[in-house]
């Protein structure tokens, strides 16, 4: 998606949709994909996967991949985002799963992939997400990104990563940042290169 469309859609649903009371927001910057949410490593504890299976559809075994914490469905709520892959319990994982949580109580529940990281990009008091897909097919593999909210995906970022692991082979990942000022936002992006690890 090309930054401009994007940042139209973050303005939308930033602004259009919750028109702003009073004088105008500072403006803030957010970073929305940094080099650590495409590196992050999460092992659930014990509780946390039992919060999973818990979670899973009926007759179905789960796995958490993530959990984030943070106000989702409301401001200021005080809420666990658990990312849940879900499947056969004689087959593959079939499904990836969201499902937000209130005191042990599921309030909001949709498809997608791993959230890694809450964030309030504009200052609403409700946390938006930032969700990673990664495709492991191939020996050469890449990540997609989304920035969303429980009302839908806001930002689409298809060139997240890729890896190209041969010999002397480099990473390829994205950087985002959003700046929203005067109920407007610009979508900034840079390419990076590192090593292979």
């Given at each position: 998606?090309?930054?401009?469309?994007?940042?139209?859609?973050?303005?939308?649903?930033?602004?259009?949709?919750?028109?702003?009371?009073?004088?105008?927001?500072?403006?803030?910057?957010?970073?929305?994909?940094t080099e650590?949410?495409?590196?992050?490593?999460?092992?659930?504890?014990?509780?946390?996967?039992?919060?999973?299976?818990?979670?899973?559809?009926?007759?179905?075994?789960?796995?958490?991949?993530?959990?984030?914490?943070?106000?989702?469905?409301?401001?200021?709520?005080?809420?666990?985002?658990?990312?849940?892959?879900?499947?056969?319990?004689?087959?593959?994982?079939?499904?990836?799963?969201?499902?937000?949580?209130?005191?042990?109580?599921?309030?909001?529940?949709?498809?997608?992939?791993?959230?890694?990281?809450?964030?309030?990009?504009?200052?609403?008091?409700?946390?938006?997400?930032?969700?990673?897909?990664?495709?492991?097919?191939?020996?050469?593999?890449?990540?997609?990104?989304?920035?969303?909210?429980?009302?839908?995906?806001?930002?689409h970022i298809?060139?997240?990563?890729?890896?190209?692991?041969?010999?002397?082979?480099?990473?390829?990942?994205?950087?985002?940042?959003?700046?929203?000022?005067?109920?407007?936002?610009?979508?900034?992006?840079g390419e990076?290169?590192?090593?292979?690890?």
């Amino acid at each position: 998606m090309k930054p401009a469309l994007a940042a139209i859609l973050l303005t939308t649903a930033c602004s259009a949709a919750r028109p702003p009371a009073g004088p105008a927001p500072e403006a803030r910057v957010t970073q929305v994909l940094t080099e650590e949410d495409l590196t992050r490593k999460w092992e659930p504890s014990e509780e946390e996967a039992s919060m999973a299976r818990r979670a899973a559809p009926q007759g179905e075994c789960a796995e958490p991949t993530s959990l984030i914490r943070g106000s989702f469905t409301r401001p200021g709520a005080k809420q666990v985002m658990l990312s849940i892959k879900a499947g056969p319990c004689d087959g593959p994982w079939s499904k990836h799963i969201l499902v937000v949580l209130e005191g042990g109580r599921e309030v909001w529940r949709a498809d997608g992939a791993t959230a890694v990281r809450a964030m309030d990009v504009d200052g609403d008091g409700q946390d938006e997400w930032l969700k990673l897909w990664r495709d492991y097919r191939s020996e050469d593999y890449r990540a997609e990104a989304w920035l969303s909210r429980t009302s839908g995906d806001i930002l689409h970022i298809a060139d997240a990563e890729e890896w190209h692991c041969g010999a002397n082979g480099q990473v390829r990942w994205t950087s985002v940042s959003v700046l929203v000022r005067a109920g407007r936002a610009e979508v900034a992006r840079g390419e990076h290169w590192r090593g292979c690890q």
